[in-house]
């Protein structure tokens, strides 16, 4: 009996998965993607895609298989979480790999969500005799990939909304800063800022915090930072400003002399344009996968009345805040629920 029976494939496919999620925060606008490559219920190699233009997941797990062991991999199955790619892009072909290495058993989790691309690269394989084995957890498969399709099929970046509110249901008092959630949940929030290409606030929420936007309470780089700041109001003295590296888009519908540090890349709005389709114009040019919206209600809610959100992740708190701004009006089916200390962290996404 082939003893790689023993071992199901979903758990293969799991480890894939696991692999995938280190790339977080650093393949976007790619997708995240793991390899394993099994031979009798034995490990050869595995890898994953580690960063923007790096090497794919199928090529760092074929070169982490030992030297006394490459022989086997003929003989071994390939697992990916992704359909592998056959087009030249920032690397080679992946199926070309496959078919060099002379692989022929694949298993996947989800074809690539291009419909041009779809299939594409299966059948490159099958050409070559390799077996093919697909939707192996593909529910979860796809949702490893969800803001990579938003990517290809919206061609804008996957939008995520993120707040807290009270549980009287309202999310700060306008003018004041107000922190309602438990101070663990900080680490949760630095967690998602740590996965998104680009954070964005608008000038209500910076003058009222000064916030930073960084990620200090989670290990991961700190996002791009976006501004959305229509009548000109602010100046480069808010921290959101501060020349550490990071890129900064600022987004006005007028010239702000204020706003003049070199570092700083500014866009005026046109009038005969929506605003906030001209921002996410600029930013997938820019290479922006995955915006996360943090503040305020009043630009959360312009995204949401555009019908231009993915997700939306809401810290429902213990706060007794009975008054002043409530936040956005969600609906849609359930996503995922974290508990944090007395925060409910709830995740929506539109049906």
């Known amino acids: ?32 993607v793991g390899a394993v490559l099994v031979y009798q219920d034995r490990i050869l190699g595995e890898g994953y895609h580690t960063a923007f233009g790096a090497p794919h997941a199928e090529v760092e797990a ?14 071994s199955t390939l697992y990916v979480s992704l359909e592998p790619c056959c087009i030249t892009g920032k690397t080679p072909p992946c199926t070309d790999l496959i078919i060099r290495e002379g692989i022929m058993d694949v298993r996947i989790s989800t074809r690539d969500p291009n419909p041009s691309m779809a299939g594409t690269g299966l059948e490159r394989l099958r050409a070559k005799g390799v077996k093919i084995t697909e939707g192996i ?8 990939i969800r803001s990579f399709t938003t990517n290809i099929l919206q061609r804008r970046p996957h939008i995520i909304l993120k707040w807290a509110q009270s549980r009287f249901g309202y999310s700060g008092i306008k003018g004041q800063q107000v922190w309602l959630s438990e101070p663990v949940t900080k680490v949760w929030s630095h967690s998602q800022r740590a996965v998104a290409d680009a954070i964005m606030v ?14 200090r309470e989670y290990p991961g780089r700190s996002p791009q930072r976006v501004v959305f ?17 990071i ?7 007028i010239e702000n002399p204020a706003i003049d540090s070199s570092h700083i890349k500014k866009h ?23 915006l996360l919206i943090e503040g305020g209600p009043y630009l959360q ?51």
């Open 1 to 32: 009996m082939n003893k790689e029976t023993l071992i199901p494939d979903a758990t293969w496919m799991s480890r894939c998965f696991d692999l995938a999620r280190r790339g977080l925060g650093y393949v976007s606008p790619n997708p995240p």
């Open 202 to 215: 608008g000038a209500r929420t910076i003058e009222t915090d000064n916030p930073s936007l960084t990620v």
């Open 247 to 253: 890129s900064i888009y600022y987004f006005s519908n």
């Open 301 to 351: 809610k312009q995204f949401v009345k555009q019908n231009l959100w993915d997700e939306s992740w809401v810290i429902h708190t213990q706060h007794d805040l009975a008054q002043g701004i409530a936040p956005p009006d969600v609906m849609g089916r359930l996503i995922g629920r974290i508990e944090s200390e007395t925060d409910s962290i709830v995740g929506i996404a539109p049906k």
């Open 268 to 290: 005026i709005l046109h009038n005969d344009a929506d605003p906030l389709i001209q921002i996410l114009e600029v930013l997938f040019q820019n290479q922006i996968g995955i």
């Open 229 to 245: 700041d229509p009548n000109g109001r602010l100046s480069n003295q808010y921290h959101v400003f501060n020349a550490d590296g």
């Open 62 to 75: 074929v070169r982490s298989v030992a030297d006394h062991d490459r022989h086997l991999i003929p003989m």
């Open 137 to 144: 957890l593909e529910d979860e498969g796809k949702a490893l």
